[in-house]
């Protein structure tokens, strides 16, 4: 089962990524030192208790004054419906209620999600009479809250676990390789999937998905089982005018949750966007093996020269992601799309790597000795020996005397090295550094 959504909705102004922020337990709106992205965050794996869940907060998505506040906002709320499962409509108790307010009440009640009804900006208890007049609203559930001064989030967040059901991971068979095609609305991935499962009548047979309005479908081609995540959830978006292009990250994320391999779809004609890079960055960051398919290169007029310009804009701008292949492809003709299922089992194949321990050392201490890493505090740094600890991303642990003083760029020296010699194309890799234990 999908894991269950959180979303925060409410006018502009009311509080929301504080609130977000607090929930989460960090200021997850400004803080990532990845280059090239932007650092707000929308969302974000939380728990409460026992309750996994993913949060969502549409601060981010703000309508901009005078550009039609009371629909945008509306359409905003509409979309936190279609994603969550339980939804906080956030108000300001200081301010009072407002007929932004009352239009979200309406949405809200229309539809059948579990609706908890937070007024905040509620600082002291001499203040709660400020909280009556939104009995009008009509939400049994409505508590008061200062999310500033965390008062009244446990109440908040013991209502919101209550009505959150359990939560735990898909199983699928160990060698189907589940694949979701993400990207900025309108970049083409619902033709892609079309062109992919219908080419050549390759879809054997649709299965009921575990995300909402969604049908995964599964395709077996010479014995390889791909499993295809949410891709009606895919084509039912991509026909809504989605003027809140940063849905598109939400949308990501839920793909990412459940897949082996992304194919990041690009438009060549935008070139790498904002957008592109935040679903380039949660990709890389949820671990998850990835293509970079850069679509409608039909489109444009090129010569020899024009791949490789795009390849070093891409590289430029994706730097955290230069491991990922770069396939240049048209959804609409099926130039290239042949390719994508050979690149699909390859990645698959280098996401999945493990390399024994024996080699591993005997490189590493290569790696390591033709460079050595500088000095911590006039100490010398040793490394004792490395081990993966697990394949689906390649995850390393390196054992050594002083691991806060292993520096970033040391720690890139390693990434790159163990590239050169094991390739693990598509995969991103994750390296810790851990001292011996009983020292």
């Given at each position: 089962m999908?894991?269950?959504?959180?979303?925060i909705?409410?006018?502009?102004?009311?509080?929301?990524?504080?609130?977000?922020?607090?929930?989460?337990?960090?200021?997850?709106?400004?803080v990532?030192?990845?280059?090239?992205?932007?650092r707000d965050?929308?969302y974000s794996d939380?728990?409460?208790?026992?309750?996994?869940?993913?949060?969502?907060?549409?601060?981010?998505?703000?309508?901009?004054?005078g550009?039609?506040?009371?629909?945008?906002i509306?359409?905003?709320?509409?979309?936190?419906?279609?994603?969550?499962?339980?939804?906080?409509?956030l108000?300001?108790?200081?301010?009072?209620?407002?007929?932004s307010?009352?239009?979200?009440a309406r949405?809200?009640?229309?539809s059948?999600?579990k609706?908890?009804?937070?007024?905040?900006?509620?600082?002291d208890?001499?203040?709660?009479?400020?909280?009556?007049?939104?009995?009008e609203?009509?939400?049994n559930n409505?508590v008061?809250t200062?999310?500033?001064?965390?008062i009244?989030?446990?109440?908040?967040?013991?209502?919101v676990?209550g009505?959150?059901?359990?939560f735990?991971?898909?199983?699928?068979?160990?060698?189907?390789?589940k694949v979701?095609v993400?990207?900025?609305?309108?970049v083409?991935k619902?033709s892609l999937?079309?062109?992919l499962l219908?080419?050549?009548?390759?879809?054997?047979s649709?299965?009921?998905?575990?995300?909402?309005?969604?049908?995964?479908t599964f395709?077996?081609?010479?014995?390889r089982?791909?499993l295809?995540?949410d891709t009606?959830?895919i084509?039912?978006?991509?026909?809504?005018s989605l003027?809140?292009?940063?849905?598109?990250?939400?949308?990501?994320h839920k793909s990412l949750?459940?897949?082996?391999?992304?194919?990041?779809?690009?438009?060549?004609?935008?070139?790498?966007?904002e957008?592109?890079a935040k679903?380039?960055?949660?990709?890389?960051?949820?671990?998850?093996?990835?293509?970079?398919a850069?679509?409608?290169?039909?489109?444009?007029?090129?010569?020899n020269?024009?791949?490789?310009l795009?390849?070093?804009t891409?590289?430029?701008?994706?730097?955290?992601?230069?491991?990922?292949?770069?396939l240049?492809?048209?959804?609409?003709?099926?130039?290239?799309?042949?390719d994508?299922?050979?690149l699909?089992d390859?990645?698959?194949?280098?996401?999945?790597?493990?390399?024994?321990?024996?080699?591993?050392?005997?490189?590493?201490?290569?790696?390591?000795?033709?460079r050595p890493?500088?000095?911590?505090?006039?100490?010398t740094?040793?490394?004792?020996?490395?081990?993966q600890v697990?394949?689906?991303p390649?995850?390393?642990?390196?054992?050594?005397?002083?691991?806060?003083?292993?520096?970033?760029s040391?720690e890139?020296?390693?990434?790159?090295?163990l590239?050169?010699?094991?390739?693990?194309?598509?995969?991103p890799l994750?390296?810790?550094f851990?001292?011996?234990e009983?020292?």
């Amino acid at each position: 089962m999908k894991k269950p959504v959180v979303a925060i909705v409410g006018r502009p102004n009311v509080g929301k990524s504080t609130l977000f922020n607090r929930i989460v337990g960090r200021r997850m709106a400004i803080v990532d030192n990845t280059p090239g992205v932007t650092r707000d965050r929308n969302y974000s794996d939380a728990s409460w208790g026992e309750k996994d869940f993913s949060l969502i907060d549409t601060g981010g998505f703000e309508p901009v004054k005078g550009e039609g506040l009371i629909h945008q906002i509306k359409e905003q709320t509409e979309l936190a419906i279609e994603e969550s499962d339980v939804i906080i409509f956030l108000v300001d108790g200081a301010e009072g209620l407002t007929q932004s307010d009352r239009e979200i009440a309406r949405i809200l009640r229309r539809s059948a999600k579990k609706v908890i009804l937070a007024v905040n900006k509620i600082d002291d208890i001499k203040k709660d009479y400020r909280a009556w007049e939104f009995h009008e609203l009509g939400f049994n559930n409505m508590v008061n809250t200062s999310a500033e001064h965390n008062i009244g989030i446990g109440n908040l967040m013991d209502l919101v676990a209550g009505y959150l059901p359990g939560f735990k991971g898909e199983e699928f068979a160990d060698d189907m390789i589940k694949v979701a095609v993400i990207g900025r609305p309108n970049v083409g991935k619902s033709s892609l999937i079309n062109k992919l499962l219908g080419r050549e009548r390759l879809l054997v047979s649709e299965i009921p998905g575990t995300t909402r309005d969604s049908i995964d479908t599964f395709v077996n081609i010479d014995n390889r089982k791909y499993l295809f995540i949410d891709t009606a959830g895919i084509r039912k978006k991509a026909r809504i005018s989605l003027r809140l292009e940063k849905y598109s990250v939400i949308m990501a994320h839920k793909s990412l949750e459940r897949c082996n391999i992304a194919i990041l779809l690009l438009d060549v004609n935008d070139g790498v966007t904002e957008q592109d890079a935040k679903i380039a960055d949660y990709t890389s960051k949820a671990g998850r093996g990835c293509i970079i398919a850069v679509n409608k290169w039909d489109t444009i007029k090129k010569d020899n020269a024009t791949a490789g310009l795009f390849v070093h804009t891409i590289r430029e701008k994706l730097k955290f992601m230069s491991y990922a292949p770069i396939l240049f492809m048209s959804a609409k003709t099926g130039q290239r799309v042949r390719d994508i299922f050979p690149l699909i089992d390859k990645v698959f194949s280098e996401y999945s790597k493990r390399i024994p321990t024996n080699r591993l050392n005997k490189i590493f201490q290569e790696i390591t000795e033709s460079r050595p890493p500088p000095s911590f505090k006039g100490k010398t740094i040793k490394f004792y020996y490395i081990a993966q600890v697990t394949a689906r991303p390649p995850t390393f642990k390196v054992i050594v005397n002083h691991p806060e003083g292993v520096q970033p760029s040391y720690e890139r020296y390693i990434h790159n090295k163990l590239r050169d010699y094991f390739s693990f194309e598509g995969a991103p890799l994750k390296i810790f550094f851990r001292e011996r234990e009983g020292r």
